[in-house]
């Protein structure tokens, strides 16, 4: 594979960029809708990440970049159906945190919700969940609207699934430029969790490390820490590295199946 053949690749996995949604200050009330501001510390987001919220349920909350309506928020916490439910919006946002997440059209409705409708699959911070967001691009004030949230595994939503981890490989071997160069000045961190077969173990609990700390230097998704193969699940900043291993223990001590290293 030359250059420009991964640069087509790249760029088409890349259609939507979800970090340069621009957020305003002053919400539209175009849609005559009922929207609530929520402002939570870090501490805060992670007690609703699989609980109900109170109130009214017809509120459109607005969240950092995204809003979405509450019942359907609470709905899919409480959804137990197999493949399905079990956490709020709030968790499920963070599938954008992926530097591999995917955006592709919701086809058929592409243009429901007031804006173009999409699947954003990508990986969820701590066990080794494939989320499948429902989302859309809304024009008047910059938000993304989460419609819904689903996990995916390889017998549901498996295309999505399988079209993910297809790309994450591809990708994973041709990290953006700009993050390689600033990994080479040793700036991006690193979040590695035990490597289990070909992804990661999924109670193994996160690290931060820089690019010197590794024994070599990484390989796609992988690397050898202290004699060790890990798995890389994300890169970036040290803070937003720590803020995923922070989420990383906190989501494997609420199902009581974290593991030091």
């Not at 790249?10 to 175009?30: A, G, P, W």
């Not at 999924?202 to 060790?228: E, M």
Request: with cysteine; aromatic share 12%.
């Amino acid at each position: 594979m030359d250059s420009k053949d991964f640069e087509n690749i790249y760029k088409s996995s890349n259609q939507t960029d979800t970090n340069t949604v621009s957020s305003k200050q002053e919400i539209s009330n175009s849609r005559n809708e009922k929207i609530e501001k929520v402002n939570l510390t870090e501490d805060e987001e992670l007690d609703r990440w699989y609980e109900s919220e109170a109130g009214d349920p017809n509120i459109f909350v607005e969240y950092k970049n995204f809003t979405w309506q509450r019942s359907k928020s609470n709905e899919t916490v409480n959804d137990t159906r197999e493949g399905k439910g079990g956490f709020s919006f709030y968790y499920a946002i963070h599938v954008f945190d992926d530097p591999y997440s995917i955006t592709l059209p919701d086809t058929g409705h592409e243009d429901q919700d007031n804006g173009k409708r999409v699947n954003t699959i990508g990986l969820a911070p701590g066990q080794a969940k494939t989320l499948v967001v429902t989302n859309a691009d809304l024009d008047d004030d910059g938000k993304l609207r989460i419609i819904s949230a689903i996990l995916a595994d390889s017998t549901n939503k498996s295309k999505l699934y399988d079209t993910y981890w297809k790309n994450r490989k591809i990708k994973s071997k041709f990290p953006p430029i700009q993050k390689l160069k600033d990994s080479l000045n040793n700036e991006t961190f690193f979040v590695i969790r035990k490597a289990k077969g070909e992804k990661f173990d999924p109670t193994s609990y996160a690290k931060v490390v820089s690019r010197l700390d590794f024994d070599s230097a990484p390989i796609g998704d992988y690397a050898i820490y202290n004699g060790q193969p890990v798995f890389i699940q994300n890169f970036g900043s040290k803070s937003k590295c720590e803020s995923i291993q922070k989420m990383v223990k906190y989501e494997l001590n609420h199902f009581g199946i974290g593991k030091d290293w």
